[in-house]
């Protein structure tokens, strides 16, 4: 049974940091590209950042350029976000998600992805 938990999430003022995690179980990790989404309330769901199986490839969404990093480390089946300059903008529920691809170093967050976890909840205040 594959899982994927976020973790991180929270009430933070603008400017500030946050960093979230998540962790996948159930899965061969590293055939799996890993992507952040979000999604505020009365808006769609967009991709802010995903990474290949390797971390050698990367997608940041342009609203995030530059502020947020995602990284990962296949030994402990994690990926993390972090985000730094944090804005009112970026309050959201932010997705952690799974897309199998094995051998594919590349991702897009336009893909399909195959397993998702519940969500974290990130508040910027201003």
């Known amino acids: 049974q594959v899982q994927v938990v976020e973790s991180g999430g929270g009430l933070v003022q603008a400017g500030g940091s946050l960093r979230l995690s998540c962790t996948a179980s159930?899965?061969?990790?590293?055939?799996?590209?890993m992507g952040w989404f979000r999604q505020a309330p009365g808006k769609e769901r967009e991709g802010v950042s995903c990474?290949?199986?390797?971390?050698?490839?990367?997608y940041y969404a342009d609203s995030v350029k530059g502020r947020f990093t995602i990284s990962r480390d296949n030994a402990k089946n994690t990926v993390y976000l972090q985000m730094n300059s944090l804005n009112p903008e970026d309050t959201a529920m932010y997705y952690c998600?799974?897309?199998?691809?094995?051998?594919?170093?590349?991702?897009?967050?336009?893909?399909?992805?195959?397993?998702w976890g519940q969500g974290t909840q990130v508040t910027v205040s201003s």
């Open positions: 990474i290949s199986w390797s971390g050698g490839s990367t």
């Open positions: 998600a799974a897309k199998y691809v094995p051998q594919v170093n590349s991702c897009s967050a336009s893909w399909s992805y195959n397993y």
């Open positions: 159930g899965l061969t990790f590293d055939d799996y590209a």
